[in-house]
């Protein structure tokens, strides 16, 4: 069955950096795109960035543009998100996403557990 794994998530100061990874398994990773998309306490879910099953494009929220990075090891099944100069308003839980696209975005069918990123001095 489809499982996605977060990692990399904890306590970041304001202006320092993160790595999430986001291990799949139970489909075609390299035929599908793939978001991260987050959820800050007492908020709604908000989407954060996507990736083309092969790399070739990427889109990010205007929050978050110029900070974070979005990747993908096809050959290692893994989606990463780099995030720098982070900001207290970063602050939420990060959950990977598969879409039901490949080259685009057709909405996320599955959902990982996600991983907590608090950002605070």
């Known amino acids: 069955q489809v499982q996605l794994v977060e990692s990399g998530g904890g306590l970041a100061q304001p202006g320092g950096s993160l790595r999430l990874s986001c291990a799949a398994s139970?489909?075609?990773?390299?035929?599908?795109?793939m978001n991260w998309a987050r959820q800050a306490p007492g908020k709604g879910l908000e989407w954060v960035s996507g990736i083309w099953n092969d790399g070739s494009n990427t889109y990010y929220a205007d929050s978050v543009k110029g900070r974070f990075t979005i990747s993908r090891d096809n050959a290692k099944n893994t989606l990463y998100l780099q995030m720098n100069s982070l900001k207290p308003e970063d602050t939420a839980l990060y959950y990977c996403?598969?879409?039901?696209?490949?080259?685009?975005?057709?909405?996320?069918?599955?959902w990982g557990q996600g991983t907590q990123v608090a950002v605070s001095s």
């Open positions: 996403t598969k879409d039901l696209g490949g080259r685009g975005f057709r909405g996320s069918d599955y």
């Open positions: 139970g489909f075609t990773f390299s035929e599908v795109s």
